[in-house]
């Protein structure tokens, strides 16, 4: 049987092969993939494959901070956004670590400049991963 961790409606996330290191995250039920804010979002090719390359800025209170990532392209989505808006996003995949919890996840990107979280993590992510209490925050991030 598989154990399930508790976690808050908001958590820090590591995403190590994009450098980014306890980025506070909205866990979202309501969005079925996770989404990250980047900018400069441009195809290339990596050793002859689809990639992209993008900025992250890590530190929602330091937008001066930028961080250049480039990543292996696993698709390119229509979703729609909360706004009711459809977009063709790019998508990664990319390994995630939650407090002692380590697992691949899709993200799309996006321009999330205008909300308050500059991720969200979706309920494809969370799978059977975890179970939500929406009334904590960080209940996963400090094990």
């Given at each position: 049987m598989n154990k399930r961790i508790i976690i808050g409606h908001v958590e820090n996330i590591t995403l190590?092969?994009?450098?980014?290191?306890?980025?506070?995250?909205?866990?979202?039920?309501?969005a079925q993939t996770s989404s990250l804010h980047v900018d400069n979002i441009k195809r290339?090719?990596?050793?002859?494959?689809?990639?992209?390359?993008?900025?992250?800025?890590?530190?929602?209170?330091?937008?001066?901070?930028?961080?250049s990532c480039?990543?292996?392209l696993?698709?390119?989505?229509k979703v729609k956004s909360s706004n009711g808006m459809s977009e063709q996003r790019y998508v990664i995949k990319t390994p995630?670590?939650?407090g002692k919890h380590e697992w691949d996840i899709e993200i799309t990107l996006t321009d999330r400049s205008d909300m308050t979280y500059l991720m969200l993590l979706g309920r494809q992510a969370l799978d059977t991963h975890f179970y939500i209490d929406a009334s904590s925050a960080f209940v996963a991030s400090f094990e």
């Open positions: 190590p092969d994009l450098g980014i290191n306890q980025l506070t995250v909205r866990v979202d039920t309501g290339i090719s990596l050793d002859g494959k689809p990639g992209i390359t993008f900025d992250i800025h890590p530190e929602i209170h330091n937008v001066e901070k930028t961080v480039h990543a292996m696993h698709d390119v989505r995630a670590i939650l």
